[in-house]
């Protein structure tokens, strides 16, 4: 298991599951779960999400790879969707395996601020009036900044 990249819906509990399995040696399976947000107004219609491709799947690989070796896991499952998608929908799904649980939730949370912060990845929020790119947020990078130089 590794990265996809996917416009297609994917079924949580499948995915959870037959990641677990693969890893039956681990001590700690961490799954986490992006879902669209709707807006504070409640107004948001879809975010589109675009991608190169090619270019997105080797720099989520590379993120997942680094994990996979900082961490020292059994392994890491990254899932990304692109396309229309609707509030409360799955976004995307990091998995990770590790002997402990310690390193398991760093690896997920590592996964998941790379991906915030710097995989090739564009949204634009939609709602009935207009739309706008959603733009960098400070905390994202805050977040990320914990990562760097520390080993």
């Known amino acids: 298991m590794g990265t996809r990249i996917q416009a297609d819906a994917f079924d949580l509990g499948a995915e959870a599951n037959a990641f677990a399995a693969a890893h ?3 001590g700690a399976v961490v799954t986490f779960t992006g879902l669209v947000r709707d807006l504070a107004s409640g107004d948001l ?12 799947e080797k720099a989520v690989e590379a993120y997942r790879a680094e994990a996979v070796a900082r ?3 059994a392994g890491a499952w ?3 969707r692109y396309g ?5 929908e799955p976004i995307m799904m990091v998995a990770t395996a590790a002997r402990h649980r310690a390193d398991a939730f760093a690896a997920a949370e590592y996964l998941m601020d790379w991906l915030k912060s710097r995989a090739p990845f564009w949204k634009k929020e939609i709602t ?4 706008a790119w959603v733009e960098a947020r400070a905390a994202d990078e805050d977040a990320l900044a914990r990562w760097q130089g520390a080993d």
């Open 128 to 131: 009935a009036r207009d739309s």
């Open 71 to 73: 961490f020292d896991l």
């Open 78 to 80: 990254v899932i990304h």
């Open 45 to 56: 219609q879809a975010m589109e999400i675009e991608h190169y491709p090619g270019m997105t």
């Open 24 to 26: 039956p040696g681990a």
């Open 84 to 88: 229309p998608l609707k509030p409360h």
